[in-house]
């Protein structure tokens, strides 16, 4: 009897364990799975976020650096435009000095204006009012402030040839056209009348005017540029007269 209690006990305890054994672990299984998956979600928002903060952060160096590199490419693009009128506004002045200068004792001169141009009007010289050279031509030479549709100003030197000598009845070569200048804000011009000691804006008299007035102003530039020219042989003749 004692026997057999002492078997079925023995039975029972080498059994319990394996009974009851498995529902601890169980119940420890489940908390790990269940704490486990936020973990992994929480992982996978922290990433999602820094990676959009990174691509924020990039759009904003990019266009950062595309706006720098944009501003540097415009300012250095007025820099050289307005390098590039300078030079030529300094070009303009030189080429009209020199040629108003040089203008002979034979030289007639008058203005006419129009509603659109404002002509100066040399007759009887030399073809000097363009790049091609001294001595190139002689005839009439017009040199017209023009209007542009814009508002400005064009500065435009015409060369009309006179007939050949050898043969009056021939035609002569077609009048070359040279745009000297573009885009001026302002361009007027203006003579000097010894005579009467006054600076005139339009000149019909028979004489000639010692100096030359012209104020143009080139797109871009802050402020007018006054250039004063005189004609050599006027001066000249007047102070024997």
């Not at 303009?92 to 007639?108: F, M, N, Q």
Request: proline share 8%.
């Amino acid at each position: 009897m004692n026997s057999i209690f002492s078997g079925w006990f023995g039975r029972s305890a080498t059994r319990a364990p394996a009974a009851f054994g498995p529902g601890p672990a169980f119940s420890t299984d489940r908390p790990q799975s269940s704490t486990a998956k936020p973990d992994r979600k929480n992982a996978r928002g922290y990433l999602l976020l820094e990676v959009l903060l990174a691509l924020v952060i990039l759009s904003i160096i990019v266009g950062l650096v595309f706006r720098i590199i944009q501003t540097t490419s415009q300012v250095t693009s007025n820099v050289q435009f307005l390098q590039g009128q300078q030079e030529h506004s300094d070009g303009i002045y030189e080429i009209l000095r020199k040629d108003i200068e040089s203008l002979p004792g034979t030289a007639e001169f008058q203005t006419k204006r129009t509603r659109d141009d404002f002509e100066l009007i040399f007759n009887e010289t030399p073809f000097n009012f363009s790049w091609k050279g001294a001595e190139s031509g002689f005839g009439t030479v017009i040199l017209a402030v023009k209007n542009q549709p814009d508002g400005r100003f064009t500065l435009v030197a015409t060369e009309i040839p006179e007939p050949p000598v050898t043969d009056p009845e021939s035609k002569p070569p077609p009048p070359t056209v040279t745009t000297l200048i573009t885009g001026l804000v302002r361009c007027n011009w203006r003579f000097f009348d010894r005579n009467t000691g006054n600076w005139v804006t339009n000149w019909t008299s028979g004489d000639r005017p010692s100096l030359f007035e012209c104020t143009f102003q080139v797109s871009g530039e802050p402020t007018p540029v006054r250039a004063v020219f005189p004609w050599r042989v006027a001066q000249t003749l007047q102070a024997n007269s």
